[in-house]
């Protein structure tokens, strides 16, 4: 990976997830000791990120989703397909959301707002903001 791109953040109980400029996600489940990765080849992404790389990444744990900025200015996510409030032991318990193309280049950074129904997505020339509705119709 890359270390300007090296962030990792809390994605659930005993769960990281670090990226690093890299086409995945490293997941990394302390309470278990076990670890694996969410990829951009994820078939419901359709090809579009394939080769892609993620610059950014963020976790809504209310509606338990990890969204990620990439250098082409897509925004991916995962949702949590669990019921429970256990982390996801391995990739399966994850499921590719549709990706949207936010912006020509890197989205740098991502942050949740507005009760966890808004997501903003930060590039070099301002930002875009999507709001529940969009990111449902996805």
Known sequence: GNLDYLTTIWTGQGLLATVSGENMVRMFNIE???NYVLTLAESSFKGQVFNDKIFSIQYNAKRRIISCGTKNGFIVMW???QFTTESPIDSDGWEGMPCIKAQ?????KLE??????ILAGIHERGSVILNHTVLKKK
């Not at 020509?104 to 740098?108: A, Q, V």
């Not at 949740?112 to 129904?117: H, L, M, R, V």
């Open 79 to 81: 949702k949590c397909k």
């Open 32 to 34: 278990n000791d076990e």
């Open 112 to 117: 949740w707002g507005g009760n966890q129904q």
């Open 104 to 108: 020509s280049g890197p989205i740098t």
